[in-house]
């Protein structure tokens, strides 16, 4: 969900990797350990939740965040909290980063100190005031000074326990006084109205002007209307020495998109996309980006997604990978390296692989979590009671069961897998005429290597599980990892892959023609040209599932219409809800009876978060847990039903109640809707890529590696006019025709050079536009001061 600003999407997105925290305060009690978690916070708003890891002052968390931020925010902040044995839950501390200061610690791990929590630092919202300074004259004729102070409105208030009663005070404090009025309480709203006006009488200064007192640019005004943000109260009350609440550990990459309409990508995106006819392949944009960055897979990313959203991700990994394989001199290496080649297969198995590896791995996963299993087959850390082979037996199950679930998974293999993975066993076979198992390999090295294997040591980084396992589930999917990873590679010999005597051993279990055979014709079918799966469309997939709220939907004439926590499941054909996970559905909603999904204005029923699902009889009204989990379920069910035949235009964006719409007050409950229904999505269910911000993503790239692209330019001119030793810093390039690589060169510097351009004129027009103390940057908005200072100290780059 981007947030339109003066032409642009702006898109946010973070990604958060949760350490471990250390040196907690010790539980007041004889154990002295305690049972900890950790959010992650937009402002005050939870949006995920890690594990509890149980009786540590130091726990490990290792667990992996990503999301969409659909709104603004002032603070990342990360709460540290315990969990007694009676389930009550306690702050011990948080982290809060403000938003203009996540750049400074971008990609990088780093220890925050633990700061305490109390209610006057927990502080988010804006207030809306009006201020006026007049004269009047008093009986007595003396000229009287009074300050008239109109308080509006508040907006976005924290919600504390479920529940938001608020109120404002005006204090108008000076040497000699201080004196404080307030409002009336507004109950059970954040987004409270006052409309009240104060007066304070005041003694206007010898030096005295409006300029000195209230920093506008207005001359001679009788009256200010600002916006403030909320600040924390200094009581001073507490002197807490740093670090006596422990640290923790954390890496973040905050991410900021700010994107033009599509013509303004049209050069620059159209060198990328025919990048797969260039010869060389290497003298090509896509190409280029790659040996430019500093990691191939942060060229990788936004490549792989620009290209799978204009059907050109085949080619270009087919040509990449044939050039590739014309300079690796052993079949034993082939495809080994993190080249771009293999970064780019990495990043196209994760984004049109990910329903496949859920449906093929996901149900044997679950069981071996649930199951709990003993599988320790080293000697040295079997547990007392336990059985080698009894421990043995119960691995070599699980072993079977996994490799039995991939290699009769050929026919759900993603078509654009398949055609990436026959480019690799022709070039491959080509290449080696005499290796007759190359073809195999080229492949497996993929799909075991890359794509079953990491999946099934680490599920959580896949969404296979919620969270990391525990220790032993952890270290029972480690093995089978290590098993599944050596059946798939074909070795030669298997036994010797295997640094652990256990575990070569353990591998006799397997060492039988039928596993091989299997493999072998597992890697054929998925790297056969044209293979399809007839059934593919008609087998329901489960896109998303989990609790939320929602409002009854009163199908009964006198039925009761409150609110009730249901399980609810999204598939390609329907969408359900039931009590609990695993019970039949009490309600179905067909895809195709999807009119719109909308959002639920807050006022309708005071809750956050609310959506609406819109059927020809009924609005089902939807609560989720947070703005980005709503964010979620209403993308994918827009994005499922975008291509309804009778998918409305317009709708009613607050609850029908009382007899009325309240956003229009029409009385008829089938009165036709107020507000146009958002922009749509691609209707795609698999891939949601928008190929404008993927673009902006490798523009940003490309000017971030500017300097690079011009050493690459100096190294195709010296190897043009002769071929004789290099300087160092264009030894790293590969260029294997210098004069097609430079006209590429030259195209790319002028496609970014003219979207610098564009930027740098917006940004100036932001700043000249924008005042400050507007709703849009009201006072105290410091990441809109900072971006102030940064557009007058870096003036516009000009290529």
């Known amino acids: 969900m981007a947030v339109e600003e003066e032409g642009l999407r702006v898109f946010q997105s973070v990604k958060i990797k949760i350490g471990e925290a250390k040196n907690l305060p010790t539980y007041p009690g004889p154990n002295k350990m305690r049972d900890c978690y950790c959010t992650v916070n937009l402002d005050q708003e939870e949006v995920f939740r890690t594990k509890i890891v149980e009786k540590s002052l130091c726990p490990f968390y290792g667990e992996d965040f990503y999301c969409e931020i659909p709104r603004s925010f002032r603070h990342l902040s990360f709460y540290v909290f315990d969990r007694d044995v009676f389930r009550r839950d306690s702050i011990i501390g948080k982290v809060a980063i403000q938003k203009e200061d996540l750049q400074k610690y971008h990609n990088r791990d780093t220890w925050f100190q633990l700061q305490h929590v109390d209610a006057d630092s927990e502080v988010q919202g804006k207030v809306h005031l009006e201020l006026r300074l007049g004269e009047v004259i008093t009986d007595s004729g003396v000229v009287c000074h009074k300050l008239a102070v109109r308080i509006l ?15 404002a005070t005006v204090t108008l404090a000076g040497p000699c006084r201080s004196e404080a009025k307030k409002t009336k309480v507004k109950k059970k709203t954040n987004n409270p109205q006052f409309d009240e006006v104060f007066y304070f009488e005041v003694t206007r200064p010898c030096s005295y002007s409006r300029k000195s007192h209230f920093d506008f640019e207005e001359e001679d005004v009788d009256k200010l209307e600002i916006r403030y943000f909320l600040q924390p109260r200094d009581n001073g009350s507490k002197s807490l020495k740093p670090g006596d609440l422990g640290s923790l550990r954390l890496n973040v990459v905050y991410t900021e998109d700010h994107v033009f309409s599509s013509d303004y990508y049209g050069p620059l995106r159209d060198l990328l996309l025919k990048s797969a006819d260039v010869e060389p392949v290497s003298a090509s944009a896509a190409h280029i980006l790659g040996e430019v960055c500093r990691e ?12 799978l959203h204009y059907g050109r991700v085949v080619p270009f990994i087919s040509a990449i990978a044939s050039a590739e394989v014309r300079r690796t001199q052993d079949p034993n290496t082939i495809f080994r390296g993190n080249s771009l080649t293999s970064k780019c297969i990495d990043e196209t198995m ?13 149900p044997t996963i679950e069981e071996i979590c649930q199951g709990h299993r003993p599988c320790e087959i080293d000697p040295v850390r079997l547990k007392d009671g336990e059985s080698l082979e009894s421990n043995t ?12 679930v991939i290699t009769e998974s050929g ?11 026959f480019s690799l066993r022709e070039a491959a076979a080509k290449r080696f005429q005499d290796d007759l198992d190359v073809r195999y390999t080229a492949v497996s090295s993929f799909v075991f290597l890359r794509f079953f294997a990491p999946a099934i040591l680490s599920p959580n980084l896949f969404q296979l599980t919620p969270h990391h396992t525990d220790p032993q589930t952890s270290r029972t999917l480690t093995l089978v990892s290590k098993t599944i990873q050596t059946l798939g590679s074909l070795s030669k010999s298997k036994s010797a892959s295997f640094k652990e005597s256990y575990m070569a051993a353990f591998y006799e279990f397997f060492n039988e023609q039928k596993y091989a055979d299997a493999v072998k014709n597992f890697l054929d079918l998925i790297s056969s ?12 997939i489960l896109l998303k599932e989990g609790f939320m709220i929602k409002r009854a939907q009163g199908r009964k004439r006198f039925g009761m219409k409150n609110f009730k926590k249901r399980w609810f499941r999204l598939t390609n054909h329907e969408f359900t809800y039931q009590k609990s996970k695993g019970d039949p559905p009490l309600c179905s909603i067909p895809l195709e009876n999807v009119l719109a999904v909308e959002p639920l204005e807050e006022e309708s ?3 956050k978060n609310m959506f609406q699902v819109i059927q020809p009889e009924r609005a089902l009204y939807i609560q989720a847990n947070n703005c980005v989990e709503a964010k979620a379920w209403t993308d994918t069910l827009t994005k499922l039903s975008q291509s309804n035949q009778k998918r409305l235009t317009m709708y009613h964006p607050s609850a029908y109640l009382n007899g009325h719409w309240l956003c229009c007050r029409a009385s008829s409950d089938t009165a036709a809707g107020c507000s146009p229904c958002t922009g749509g999505l691609p209707a795609n269910i698999q891939l949601d890529i928008d190929g404008d911000r993927e673009t902006e993503r490798i523009y940003t790239l490309f000017s971030s590696y500017m300097r690079k ?8 001119g010296s190897r043009s006019v002769y071929d004789g030793p290099e300087q160092e810093e264009h030894a790293a390039f590969l260029i294997d025709d210098p004069r097609e690589t430079y006209k590429t060169l030259k195209l790319v510097i002028a496609g970014v050079g003219a979207l610098e351009r564009e930027h740098a004129q917006r940004r100036r027009d932001k700043v000249k536009k924008t005042k400050y103390g507007s709703q849009e940057h009201p006072i105290g908005d410091k990441s809109f001061q900072s971006y102030v200072q940064q557009q007058s100290e870096t003036p516009a780059h000009s290529m």
């Open 709 to 716: 692209l011009e050493q690459m330019q100096e190294a195709c």
């Open 153 to 167: 409105e508040c907006r976005g208030l924290p919600i504390v326990n479920g529940q938001c009663d608020p109120y």
């Open 411 to 421: 026919m759900s293999c993603p078509t654009v897998m398949c055609d990436i993975f």
């Open 393 to 404: 037996e119960n691995l070599r199950q699980y072993v079977d069961r996994v490799f039995k």
């Open 350 to 362: 994760k984004l049109a692989g990910m329903h496949y590896l859920h449906v093929t791995l996901k």
């Open 529 to 540: 040209s044209g293979r399809r799966d007839p059934k593919s469309v008609q087998q329901p």
């Open 296 to 307: 191939k897979q942060e060229a990788a990313v936004p490549l792989v997604r620009l290209l």
């Open 605 to 607: 029923f005071k809750m």
